[in-house]
């Protein structure tokens, strides 16, 4: 059995043992409580030595940049769902896709797997590139929903500098950013991870060792099988996967990336699950909305469908990225990531096109 293989097998051994303990955490406080210890804990310290152990140089300020890039990329491009599903832009759905579609939130589904197949020096460059994310997430995605709330109600003003701030405040208060920071002024001191107090080295070392097995568990755990609108979610998800290779393919094309390590992180930071930071302004404006008495049809976001669209990205999430770190350099080819996403796409568009033509039977 190759490593690889064995690798793949025993961190989806861990997953389904997280589903098989799902009848011992049955509130959801305890399954958050897990959430809480990976977040400001164990992610952290794991970012925090892999950070220490790599030469940082100026260059690599390029990293948090082509993250916010791509980002826009997926929101300019999360349009072209609405013609293949059916989906009026300026409705309720429409403006939940629009925020969640180019949303990425790469510490839970993502980074684990980068540590345990690509090594430190990759996960730090992850993390770096997850500092672009931080900012659209908080930023310009609140910016979006501010507009698209102020648009489809009759309030014209808001406090935007008041919010803006607490969002600022609010991601330099996050146990990960703190120490991504703190790890590159320690850098910019000359001071590496070797050089630090053994005792401090030993703290993060033995935190760190929890991540994956936590995250994995915790994958487990929050799998949801709701009902609601699955199929759109479903094709939504294959939707966002097969676009997010297509763009990462050109991306990988334009900057001429050649490094192994650097093309599967090009392909699999953008394949991470979508984040909980739009859940969390789509539900600030659904509060406004609900003093209002607004009727469901006629609010600004689904607050459902984007739980519902978490609670399955996470998991398919997962299984993409885990699919493509063990398959060694097969996706690491132009070719195979265009022919995939396109692949992606149209299995994400057949639900609907077959809707399309059973409803036209169904009146001949």
């Known amino acids: 059995m190759s490593d690889a293989l064995q690798k793949t097998i025993t961190l989806l051994l861990l997953i ?14 305890q399954t958050n409580g897990i959430k809480e210890i990976i977040l400001s804990v164990a992610l952290p310290s794991t970012i925090f030595i892999s950070l220490m152990k790599i030469d940082i140089d ?30 009026e832009k300026h409705s309720p759905t429409g403006r939940t896709l629009m925020m969640l579609i180019p949303s990425l939130a790469p510490g839970l589904s993502c980074f684990p797997f980068i540590a345990e197949f690509l090594g430190e020096k990759s996960l730090a460059i992850a993390a770096l590139a997850d500092v672009g994310n931080k900012f659209f997430v908080l930023i310009s995605l609140y910016i979006l929903a501010m507009n698209m709330f102020l648009k489809n109600s009759d309030e014209k003003e808001m406090k935007m500098g008041g919010k803006l701030k607490s969002l600022f405040a609010s991601m330099f208060q996050e146990p990960i950013n703190i120490l991504i920071f703190l790890a590159l002024i320690l850098l910019s001191l000359g001071i590496s991870f070797k050089t630090l107090p053994s005792v401090v080295t030993d703290l ?15 994958i487990g755990l929050a799998v ?23 763009i990462s393919a050109g991306m990988i094309y334009v ?110």
């Open 204 to 218: 993060f070392d033995k935190t760190s060792a929890m991540m994956t097995p936590l995250v994995l568990l915790f």
């Open 58 to 87: 100026s260059s690599m300020i390029v990293i948090p940049l082509v993250t916010l890039v791509f980002n826009f990329l997926m929101f300019f491009s999360a349009p072209l769902a609405f013609s293949l599903f059916g989906i």
């Open 255 to 364: 900057l001429n990336i050649t490094d192994l390590s650097m093309i599967l992180l090009s392909i699999v930071i953008p394949l991470s699950a979508a984040s909980f930071w739009p859940l969390a302004h789509i539900s600030a404006f659904n509060l406004r909305e609900d003093t209002k008495s607004v009727p469901k049809e006629k609010r600004t976001f689904d607050l459902e469908l984007a739980v519902l669209l978490l609670a399955f990205s996470l998991p398919f999430s997962t299984i993409l990225i885990l699919s493509i770190l063990s398959s060694g350099s097969f996706f690491a080819h132009i070719p195979t990531l265009i022919t995939s996403g396109l692949i992606l796409i149209s299995l994400g568009a057949l639900p609907n096109l077959l809707g399309k033509v059973f409803m036209k039977v169904s009146k001949a």
């Open 224 to 246: 949801q099988l709701k009902e609601g609108k699955k199929r759109i979610v479903a094709s939504i998800l294959l939707f966002r996967a097969g676009i997010t290779m297509l």
């Open 16 to 29: 389904i043992l997280g589903l098989l303990l799902k009848s011992k955490f049955k509130s959801k406080e």
